[in-house]
């Protein structure tokens, strides 16, 4: 089957909202005031864990220009129940007291009231005049002490999930379970076995926009909210829970999103400035200082990962197995479940059993990240797979292939694979330059893979045409990475006009069809199909006009180059009909055409990678420093390869980050120590070469275009292929994230 | 047949978006206020007519704060055309030299310049700092003097259309005919024959908000653009075609609007605001004062009309014709052509023919006002019948009823009258109490009927199904008069479900596909038709959804009540599934559930009205009291009887205005003396009684639920009203409008 042609898919168009956004000019979530506006701040706990006595808002009611405070006294008292959310299992009543704490403090930060007054200053003065009495508790902060016999305990109700007759209050959430064959037969059939343990502390999204958002309510109950959000739909769904509303009764109006990474799929302070509004009967704006991000909203999980993984001589794996446990936070909910499901899914396993626990202690609330829980599944994974490789003394890609999950492959968590591009990846990894490069002394490579599941989920979008045929499209997925220009470029090429005469817009959630998350690498795939399916309904519609026109059969019309071409011997041979043509014509033949198409997508295509990374490491002062990075990822295929290389790049630099420099620190009674990005380590661009994103094309088939999700693949090997090309630079196993200075020094000092 | 039973249809459910309106709280054109906004003032003519030698404005940008000033020359020099626009034909380099004068100032008032600065107050002193030389020229201000053999030329280059050989250079710039017949035979039929001569002045429409726009335009060459307008669509399209974009570049987002009765449905200082805010890159705001809404923007026209209409002794109509002399203002287009279609409408004439002429003079360039240029010829010819009908000696009801057009009528303008309510009109008012009521001293009754064409034009709506089945209905026409709630209402009637739970809003360009004027009276028909369809498509998924988790035939699932039930003798007897749990289940049988319908809506049922009104005469002062006023009017089906009614008494209470006291009083430079509600007497609440509506219900077969538009032809009858029941209190004919004080004082003391 030869290669289809396309005239804009695999193209480089320049993205029409890169220019506000480069200016300045682009609006996010801070952006937007709006006359007789107040301001809204939250009073966040001094404690990681403490029982509210009582709080005495009247002092800050009575502060001249305040005009409310509000408690979780304020917001309906939610049972506890699991529903269904867009992503995850969303328990409400949990993220109600996320929202605002009720009885208890969970960690330092806490939110506990909020105050809207006429000016910043005046609302913080008056955080200071509300008085909280707290019983101060024993704080729970590392997952011994969460799990220690007598270890304090956050949630008196919480029992553990997934555990026959668990009737005792825990911090032990969930326990899971993944797996296949008999472990213990495989590791008998194996002639070596690694077994190691490795952890790796929480880190955050580190998005340049901190949350934000203006809420105004009117008379009739109904509340507009801006915000910087990754799921508009999902905060009105969540907001309206929490407040004990209709989701009609709130409008979510996304801004532009100054970064998301699965951290802005969950809401904060947007009910609260929907509650202080109502009250007030102003708009009432909220944004957080980087300390409060860094404090009360999502990190994701530090982890402890025991792996055990064994070969027969020859290279064949016989069995992996692994117990993982994840951090919560003060809820229930780490990425425990994908994380185990992701941790071996790249290789051919008969005997494979992942045991898994949801531990909650006295910090904040996790939060998806970018391949949620995967990144340090792999880290473990493919640091004792590197291992095994070179016990066995066989090259780490070799021994890779000789595993490699295919089509038909069953993955550990269940099904078996379609038609995917790991091999590829890792065929192209071996015959790349950079792998056979020369290294300087204090040097090494590593190579490490990675495994994302992409989602599809429900997606809505319209096709507008405009009446000189120039096309909108519409959507209602925020626009993290570029998806804007991407669904334009499906729309140009399915339409066959010039992509400058179609634009992408990001509608809200009264004027678009229901659309989950732009999360799991889902808007251009899912969002994408329906783009495609709308497209395609306006081309029905356009043949069909032009086939009334000429009076023949709508089904022999073709649609070629953005035109109606005739039935060959039409009556009176007529011209070909082009889309400005038949646009302008619309009135008189049947009106507007619009294309709308709604989804729930299914068969989003895995996303496979292997990276090669060169490190060079300072013996003097233990830096690490990343010399050359590739990553080579089976990308279905690339519809705008810049910014699927833009995602590649992003994903490895936000893993370096969390492999060399990122990490919450906490002091004695649970307050981070680092609430900011002098302190918190994030690489800039100077710490990081150029990375070479390679983008193996195995196109996805459930696809039109053969899409599959880019986004969060490129974050899941980073950390064991740094932490390997470490060992093969020093020689030394580094099984504790990150790869800080201090920490390198130590262990090659212990080493001399 | 029996009357079809709504739950909804013809109910008073209160609209969502009152609360915020009589709270002050709704947003309007001029609230809108952006981050680092800059404000535009327009520089406008103190003559009438004048040549512009040359404008300096360097003055003016020299001036601190000053970011920008544009004339003319920064525009494209359009050739003049007649394109095909929403409504009627728009020339666009007319529309261009509204927008700003170039070479010539046509009437006082007339834009020139347009300055961007850091505030109002730096606005307006740069305006006095630019300096144009001006030649004037005589200024022609009345029709005699426009068509006079040597009345100054507005412009060179206009030709006579309609005439044969029109070569020379005129302000006459159309004549049109209509009619059928010979009205000379039919004249020398009758047993009596009127005729006479009338004049109206130019009114303006008065709605309460002034114009008002913000634009921003973006590094990418988009711009959007906030303003009250009652066709986003046609706005992004003037704009376009007036500074040389793409529709694409222009987003328009529609504000609430606070009156529009026509004359928001072009374009003034929108394009003016997009340019100066591409020229500064900041967002600019435009506002005007009352005497600009006055002194530049559409009136409509000042008008002479000669009538002549003839009836046989037993009063059949024999004959009509006219002359109709409509003021255009600067530029041509005056409403002639609907007027003299309107004029004889409602009355079966074999022998009609109106000749019509558009001229133009040094007035403001007429816009459309609420069923454009019928009042006029309705108070002529009515006025002439109701003479007739006392020289016959008849009943003016039953002399009507006599000659009323009925179902198969052939109308003057052409086509045959389908299902109308005329005739169910008179004789209500006939049999109405306020018919037969007894007058008081000095006072008397007039009635008088008009027609109304409707129109339907393209609409296209969404209705969005939320996960909680609430619903929400996206169109793109602004909402004028309560077309929100009523297209709620029709979509909570399709769907079974409480209007509460159907939530409408007017969507921007980008958002919905296109859509005409929020005008003809088309937004309850021809939008109402598309949200009916887009409703029954969601009802067509839903019971497709059913069907699907029953496994039975989607064609036997009924929807009922907002349920869908299951065909009888299913297999296990499933319970009915409604509305929520098939929205709940959505993700799980397919996603989303979007109804969508785009349409160019034909069958627009023709509306017909017959008015009662009583009037006292005060002989002291000349001053008219409107002491009762009953409305009957053929509404097809009033969804919501509340807004029709509203719709009604707001048509009623403008003619009365224009009846008794509106004008535009001119000085002999040609300046308006009275741009302001002080000295130009628009009727206020004091001023009139409750109007009585009655509606008339005769279901428009072409719209699901009997719709006809209603909003236009309240405005038609009510001039001739007044004016024939002052004749019946004082035996005074009154052939000049208004029937102001001094005026009717002059006329009585004449007859005395």
């Known amino acids: 089957m030869s290669e289809p042609r396309y005239k804009w898919i695999g193209t480089r168009p320049i993205r029409p909202d890169g220019f506000d956004k480069v200016t300045g000019r682009a609006s996010f979530g801070a952006d937007l005031s709006l006359p007789g506006m107040l301001y809204g701040k939250v009073l966040r706990s001094p404690h990681a864990h403490a029982r509210i006595r009582s709080i005495d808002v009247e002092p800050a009611l009575a502060t001249p220009g305040v005009k409310a405070v509000v408690t979780a006294a304020d917001l309906p008292d939610l049972a ?186 969950t809401i904060y ?41 064994g070969a027969t001589a020859k290279g064949k794996l016989t069995a992996a197995a692994a117990t993982a446990i994840y951090e919560a936070g003060a809820f229930k909910g780490s ?5 185990s499901m992701t941790m071996f899914a790249p290789y051919v396993l008969e005997h494979v059993r992942i045991e898994g626990f949801d531990v909650v202690l006295n910090k904040p609330k996790v939060a998806a990240y970018r391949a949620p829980g995967s990144a340090m599944a792999a880290f473990a994974a493919e640091s004792a797979l590197d291992e095994l490789a070179i016990r066995l003394g066989m090259d780490p890609i070799d021994f890779r292939l000789a595993n490699a999950a295919r089509e038909g492959t069953e993955a550990p968590y269940g099904p078996r694979f379609g038609r995917i591009g790991f091999v590829e990846t890792l065929e192209a990894a071996k015959r790349h330059p950079h792998y056979t490069a020369a290294l300087g002394p204090d040097q090494g490579r590593g190579i490490a893979c990675g495994f994302w599941f992409n989602v599809g989920l429900q997606s809505s979008a319209a096709v507008n045409l405009n009446e000189d045929g120039t096309a909108v499209v519409v959507s209602g997925c925020p626009d993290l990475s570029g998806t804007r220009i991407t669904l334009a470029m499906m729309a140009a090429e399915e339409l066959g006009i010039p992509i400058e005469r179609v634009r992408a817009v990001v509608a809200d959630t009264e004027t678009i069809g229901y659309n989950d998350l732009s999360a799991g690498s889902r808007v251009t795939f899912a969002t994408g199909m329906a783009v495609v399916e709308a497209a395609r309904d306006v081309v029905r519609q356009l043949s069909a006009r032009a086939a009334a026109i000429w009076e023949v059969d709508p ?57 090669i990374c060169d490190v060079s490491v300072d013996r003097e002062t233990g830096r690490v420093s990343i010399e050359r990075y590739t990553a080579f990822q089976d990308v279905g295929r690339a519809i705008h390869p810049g910014y699927v290389e833009g995602q590649i790049q992003g994903g490895v630099a936000q893993g370096i980050g969390w492999a060399l420099g990122e990490e919450y620190l906490w002091n004695s009674s649970g307050a981070m120590e680092n609430p900011g990005f002098l302190d918190y380590r994030m690489p800039v661009a100077s710490d990081l070469p ?63």
Request: net charge negative; aromatic share 4%.
């Open 269 to 309: 302070q947007e009910p609260l400035a929907i509650l202080l509004s109502r009250r007030t009967g102003r708009p009432v704006k909220m944004v957080m200082t980087r300390e409060e991000v860094f404090r009360a909203t999502g990190p994701t999980s530090g982890t402890r990962i025991r792996v055990k993984v």
């Open 335 to 339: 990425p425990i479940l994908p994380g």
């Open 80 to 265: 506890s129940e699991a529903v269904r959310g867009a992503e995850t299992q969303t328990d409400f009543q949990d993220l109600s007291r996320n929202v605002l704490a009720r009885d208890k403090v969970l960690y330092h930060g806490h939110a506990v009231a909020a105050v809207a007054a006429t000016s910043r200053t005046i609302a913080e003065r008056a955080l200071q005049a509300i008085r909280v009495d707290y019983e101060v508790l024993p704080a729970v902060l590392d997952l011994d002490a969460a799990l220690a016999d007598d270890a304090p305990i956050l949630h008196e109700d919480l029992r553990t999930k997934g555990v026959e007759g668990a009737d005792q209050p825990t911090n032990l959430a969930a326990r899971i379970e993944i797996g296949r064959g008999d472990v213990e037969k495989g590791f008998a059939e194996a002639d070596v076995v690694v077994e190691r343990e490795f952890t790796t502390r929480m880190v955050h999204q580190g998005y340049i926009e901190p949350h934000a958002v203006v809420a105004q309510s009117g008379e009739d109950g109904h509340s507009v909210v801006w915000c910087c959000t990754q799921g508009p739909f999902v905060v009105r769904a969540y907001c309206a829970r929490i407040l004990g509303l209709d989701p009609s009764q709130i409008r979510v109006i996304p801004s532009e999103i100054g970064g998301g990474f699965g951290g802005k799929g």
């Open 690 to 752: 150029m990375i070479d994103a390679q983008l193996i094309e195995v196109p996805n088939p459930t696809h039109p275009y053969g899409v599959r999700g880019v986004g969060e693949t490129p974050n899941v090997p980073p950390l064991a292929a740094v932490a390997n090309a470490v060992h093969a630079a020093t020689g030394r196993r580094f099984t504790d994230l990150p790869l800080s200075p201090p920490r390198v020094l130590e262990a090659l000092d212990s080493e001399e």
């Open 555 to 611: 089904q022999e019309v073709r649609w070629e180059e953005g035109r109606a071409l005739p039935p060959e011997g039409a009556a009176g041979k007529p011209e070909p009909l082009g889309i400005a043509e038949l646009a302008r014509r619309a009135a008189q033949t049947g009106g507007p055409i619009v294309g709308q198409a709604s989804l729930a997508a299914r068969g989003a295509g895995p996303g496979f990678a292997t990276h």
